[in-house]
């Protein structure tokens, strides 16, 4: 399996060949046949993917398109918003390399059919394995987790 990999425009650091044994690799560690396509683009695009594919008008940082059944040899595509994945590195303190990676796998857990908003932590206890493996910070359900813990009022808090 060789995945292909689309660049909008050029990731300083960003290896190709790298980045394709990271998805090969995290692939193997889901079990998840089949080819995969990475796109990194433009919040703009990942706008226009939303609301075309998901009827929601807003940008986001990865979107994952699973290939129907019935289409053999194709997992599916991951698209992922470089603007986004910059400014999360930058707030968190790691490379946008690692972002991509991150972002990469979230996706490749979602073409393998896990889903975080309703399968009461497996994906996520997955993820946090997988990242282990894979040398991987914070991913992207943990961030959530704790963006919403930590937005509660303090009162709210301080009752737990």
Do not use: W
Request: glycine share 8%; hydrophobic share 40%.
């Amino acid at each position: 399996m060789q995945p292909t990999i689309i660049l909008s425009r050029r990731v300083a650091g960003l290896n190709r060949r790298a980045l394709a044994d990271f998805i090969v690799r995290a692939c193997r560690f889901v079990r998840l046949r089949g080819t995969v396509t990475v796109m990194i683009t433009s919040s703009r695009e990942m706008r226009s993917l939303n609301l075309r594919f998901s009827g929601k008008s807003r940008t986001t940082d990865v979107l994952s398109f699973p290939a129907p059944a019935s289409v053999n040899g194709f997992a599916g595509d991951i698209a992922i918003s470089l603007e986004i994945a910059a400014r999360n590195a930058r707030g968190l303190g790691h490379s946008v390399v690692q972002e991509i990676r991150i972002l990469v796998l979230h996706g490749i857990l979602h073409l393998a059919g896990y889903d975080h908003e309703s399968d009461g932590g497996e994906m996520a206890n997955k993820e946090r394995r997988l990242r282990a493996k894979l040398a991987l910070p914070d991913g992207l359900i943990e961030r959530t987790s704790v963006q919403v813990k930590n937005s509660r009022p303090k009162a709210a808090r301080s009752r737990i």
